[in-house]
Antibody
Framework: EVQLLESGGGLVQPGGSLSLSCAAS????????MHWVRQAPGKGLEWVST???????YYADSLKGRFTISRDISKDTLYLEINSLRAEDTAVYFC???????????????WGQGTLVTVSS | QTVVTQEPSLTVSPGGTVTLTCASS?????????PNWFQQKPGQAPRALIY???NKHSWTPARFSGSLLGGKAALTLSGVQPEDEAEYYC?????????FGGGTKLTVL
């Protein structure tokens, strides 16, 4: 059974940093592209970042420079590091798996339950 | 700035048929935008329904279908069930970047 379990969320002060994790199980983690998507309270989904199985990375233009996606194949874990946090980064952050190794064809399948990041003083 | 537009809300009767659309401000949506569709119910994570325009996942009910319609990506629900009441999001690919639509709140009434 495919499982994705996010962790690392919490209350952070503006300007702070945070590292989110997504522990994967039930599939060969190294063989698939992975995504991060966020959802602000009461708002829609926003694509954040994608990493291919080969390590190529992609970011939403508005988030470039503050967000870093990475993966540790030895730990079957996806990461998202966020720096210079702002109030508008407050959201539930979801990780999701792609059906294939590359980013194309774009084909999300399994999602985690998300982890809440709250940026406030 | 590129925008992906969905109907904000739609209402359908149980057993009816409804089509949700997904438009791009850049022009006609084609298969190269690899449209994905997701369903999200309150308090839950999104669930993938359709990928690459019209392909279903193993768990996608047969009443859901994806297509291209009039220059837009489309999600059609035929024989709507009460449990289909949810928010639906489309996702399009833009050469490395991805954009979600604003979502369509589907009410089954």
């Amino acid at each position: 059974e495919v499982q994705l379990l996010e962790s690392g969320g919490g209350l952070v002060q503006p300007g702070g940093s945070l590292s989110l994790s997504c522990a994967a199980s039930g599939f060969v983690f190294s063989n698939y592209a992975m995504h991060w998507v966020r959802q602000a309270p009461g708002k829609g989904l926003e694509w954040v970042s994608t990493i291919s199985s080969g390590g190529s990375t992609y970011y939403a233009d508005s988030l470039k420079g503050r967000f870093t996606i990475s993966r540790d194949i030895s730990k079957d874990t996806l990461y998202l590091e966020i720096n210079s946090l702002r109030a508008e980064d407050t959201a539930v952050y979801f990780c999701a798996k792609n059906r294939v190794a590359a980013t194309l064809p774009l084909s999300y399948d399994y999602w985690g339950q998300g982890t809440l990041v709250t940026v406030s003083s | 700035q590129t925008v992906v537009t969905q109907e904000p809300s739609l209402t359908v009767s149980p057993g009816g048929t409804v089509t949700l659309t997904c438009a791009s401000s850049t022009g006609a949506v084609t298969t190269y935008y690899y449209p994905n569709w997701f369903q999200q119910k309150p308090g839950q994570a999104p669930r993938a329904l359709i990928y690459s325009t019209s392909n279903k996942h193993s768990w996608t009910p047969a009443r859901f279908s994806g297509s291209l319609l009039g220059g837009k990506a489309a999600l059609t629900l035929s024989g709507v069930q009460p449990e289909d009441e949810a928010e639906y999001y489309c996702l399009l690919y833009y050469g490395g970047a991805q954009l979600f639509g604003g979502g369509t709140k589907l009410t089954v009434l």
